[in-house]
């Protein structure tokens, strides 16, 4: 019914406790895959032998590669009808699969959406397409990141994780939901992401992480989804085009605060791009009273 995909690369003093999670989950109908990237610790070895006590795990080594190389790998080998995302510094608590699998059912949805132990609201929503894109990049409720989600296998169909970059969750997330007819949110706490300077995402965090590169990525990926989604949905072009503004100025905000060092041409552009659409970021129905106070101060 659902596969569970994680993707390991050297966590070998954390992957039993992900594994754990889910193996002591109380929805049982499962498969497990985990794909070891090329790990030069006991990752691998770990995975495989809880696999050998446990037949619905599956184990796959790959060459060390991308994260959306590796995602790409378990998503090929899924069998199940919807897909499930574990990372292997986190963990699930025993009834997230249960509880995403019923909230879905019950809403005849094709993305259900949990809180987590960071981001928790005992709060309901039930949205089209275009509305859960828009709680997406308020950030509020939730995230690009696929852990708190079930997805209909077949949205997937077509899509796949760029392999050359390395926020891979935040350039698919978007095309999945706009594809779904119905998206179910419940934000109780039912994931818990583990917050370290490893992790991937610690500059979200940790603003001071924040590097050039990092900063080049989103960008990209941003410019790309409101082109994408313009497209899609025209008559919220506008919507769309505020959030990456919104993007920018706070990327200015945080670079000019922390005085983060290496950023100096990605900075020139987007208050290149800020300036030049100045009056109509101002005046977006969207835009924030700190975001206007930051477009005085910092251009």
């Not at 900075?267 to 977006?284: D, G, I, K, S, V």
């Amino acid at each position: 019914m659902i596969s569970v995909l994680m993707l390991t690369y050297n966590r070998e003093h954390l992957i039993s406790r992900a594994i754990e999670s889910i193996l002591s989950q109380t929805y049982q109908d499962f498969e497990f895959i985990i794909v070891d990237n090329g790990s030069t610790d006991r990752s691998g070895q770990i995975a495989k032998e809880y696999a050998a006590k446990d037949e619905r795990i599956q184990v796959i080594r790959r060459d060390r590669g991308s994260l959306g190389a590796g995602r790409n790998t378990s998503l090929r080998a899924a069998k199940g009808d919807y897909i499930a995302t574990i990372d292997d510094d986190d963990w699930a608590e025993p009834d997230f699969l249960k509880f995403l699998l019923d909230l879905l059912e019950k809403n005849h949805a094709d993305i259900s959406i949990c809180g987590a132990a960071d981001k928790a609201f005992d709060e309901v929503k039930i949205m089209t397409a275009e509305e859960s894109l828009i709680e997406l990049m308020r950030r509020k409720h939730y995230n690009a990141a696929f852990s708190t989600k079930l997805i209909r296998r077949e949205l997937f169909e077509g899509e796949c994780f760029p392999e050359n970059s390395t926020f891979e969750d935040i350039a698919v997330s978007y095309r999945l939901l706009a594809k779904a007819n119905r998206v179910a949110y419940h934000g109780l706490p039912k994931y818990t992401f583990y917050r370290h300077e490893s992790n991937n995402s610690a500059w979200t965090t940790d603003h001071r992480l924040l590097t050039a590169q990092i900063l080049d990525e989103y960008l990209t990926v941003y410019c790309n989804r409101t082109v994408w989604l313009s497209e899609k949905f025209p008559n919220s072009a506008p919507v769309w085009q505020y959030f990456e503004w919104s993007f920018m100025i706070s990327m200015v905000e945080k670079v000019t605060r922390l005085k983060i060092p290496g950023c100096e041409a990605q900075m020139e552009a987007m208050q290149r791009e800020l300036r030049n659409h100045r009056e109509a970021f101002l005046n977006a129905p969207e835009t924030q009273e700190f975001e206007k106070e930051w477009m005085e101060r910092f251009l």
